[in-house]
């Protein structure tokens, strides 16, 4: 009988002997940067002529990996995969569902084994600190622990109505082909929890991480081969917007499975509404899309508290996080003691190369951000705002850009209404409480919040109205666990799939009614039409 589910503790770096396993695997990934990644297609290798390169973001450089480029040949390629993941699933759909969350379980063990050896490769693929991407390594645990144990509850008697006379059963069964499109910020977790959800669930899947993290990706694959998953189960092509675009619209495609941005979420469900040529079903779109999210801090707060929080949610992993703080909504009364706060944390911050432990911030993901984050910056002054710190930037070895702080944002302006994605933090003066409530749900995205206040009534007046999936109330807007925090938003946030909770498996399937009459007697015709307009009255 399996355990409880427990997440996965962090590491403690401060042990001497934990942080030096860490820096044996960073040179031990340093030692494999650059190698060549293939397409897979049915357990196949596939290698195409012309290539890319993933880059190291605080040494850009540094060559992480190489890949094939799938959008040269994106249609062939979808079709082979579609078709091999069309074949592996009539066989695949019908595997206990014991069996299939067996292999998400040894899938875990390895990855708990290897936990630095993951959490290095994000180091420097993504240019994640330690401990973010130590989280990182903890939360794809915890997607192959809980959504083993879900699916075995999920494949158990469900409850119905009993009725006289009938056996009946209620069961979910999977949907077919899903397309697996995870983004780069969480690019072991994430990837790692999508694409595990669908298939411990019975589905086979063609799996396209970002251009920005195939690495990462092509080392789970190779674990997924490693536990001996069936062939054709994950199909794993490298690719950008052709690749993606192909996987969308195929017509054997039955669902989509996406994280990412407002815009391209947008687009997938658009194109996923049309129904193509051979297509015979209406394809599920699950996705997780952008944010908007604020800390409001009231007048009564504990300051300290709400200050840690807010630089913690603002600034970790440079503020790529769709749930990071990037609007802080505070009382005037308490502007300036909370902002003296905030700017001294924040001047703590250590910016650095990720490989090194005391390093608290790195570099943005790559030259479109950084350079689309210094406009917004300067969107944010022309438009009224006052930079407290920051607000500068160097491209000259890696994407690095200082975390930032601007004050006197209007609400309704550009800086507190768009996504920046960036280190990055608008600061908007509220009147009261109520007014801060208003700020913050008058933005068209619902992922996280959080409220600083020691009052009862201020915090279930948020609890009824601020308007967003993730709640938090005394505490940071980011760092949800699996199975503790459901996570996903309203809204332009997504679907509020809820990832890590106990429903985010029903996505992945569809429920079958099967009833069965027992010991039934020979019957007159008089009864037989009673029976009937008996049954009349419902479907």
Known sequence: MLDEFKNEPFTDFSVAENAEAMRQAIEQVKSELGREYPIVINGEKIALEKKFESINPAEKSQVVGRFSEGDTDAENLVNRAIDAATEAFKAWQFV????????????????????????????????????EADGDTAEAIDFLEFYGREMIRWAGEQPITTIKGEDNRFEYIPLGVGAIIPPWNFPLAIMCGMTSAAVVAGNTVVLKPSSDSPTIAAKFVEVLEEVGLPKGVVNFITGSAAT?????????????????????????????????????????????????????VADDADLDSAATGVVQAAFGFQGQKCSACSRLIVDEKVHDRLMEKVVELTKQIKI???????????????????????????????????????????????????????????????????????????????????????????????????????????????????????????????????????????????????AGGREYLLQFMQGKSVAKKIGAP??????????????????
């Open 522 to 539: 020979k019957t007159e015709s008089k009864e037989v039409l009673n029976e009937a307009d008996t049954s009349a009255k419902a479907f």
């Open 96 to 131: 206990p569902a014991e069996e299939r969350a067996e292999y998400l379980f040894k899938a875990a063990k390895i990855i708990r084994e290897r936990k630095h050896y993951f959490s290095a490769w994000m180091i420097f693929e993504v240019g994640k600190t330690w401990a």
């Open 244 to 296: 993606g675009e192909a996987m969308v619209t195929h017509p054997k495609t039955r669902f989509i499975s996406f994280t990412g941005s407002k815009q391209v979420g947008l687009h997938i469900n658009e194109e996923a509404a049309k129904t193509r040529k051979g297509q015979i079903w209406i394809k599920r779109v699950v996705a997780e899309m952008g944010g908007k999210d604020a800390i409001v």
């Open 352 to 498: 650095g190369k990720p490989t090194e432990a005391d390093t608290n911030m790195g570099a943005v993901i790559n030259k479109r951000a950084f350079d689309n984050t210094l406009s917004y910056i300067n969107k944010g002054v022309e438009e009224g705002g006052k930079i407290l710190m920051g607000g500068v930037g160097d491209n000259s070895q890696g994407f690095y850009i200082e975390p930032t702080i601007i004050d006197n944002v209007e609400p309704k302006s550009t800086l507190e209404q768009e996504e920046v994605f960036a280190p990055v933090l608008a600061v908007i003066k509220a009147k009261d409480f109520e007014h801060a409530l208003e700020i913050a749900n008058d933005t068209e995205f619902g992922l996280t919040g959080a409220v600083y206040s020691e009052d009862e009534e201020k915090l279930e007046k948020a609890r009824r109205e601020f308007h967003v999936g993730n709640l938090y109330l005394n505490r940071k807007c980011t760092g949800a666990l699996v199975g503790v925090h459901p996570f996903g938003g309203f809204n332009m946030s997504g679907t509020d799939s809820k």
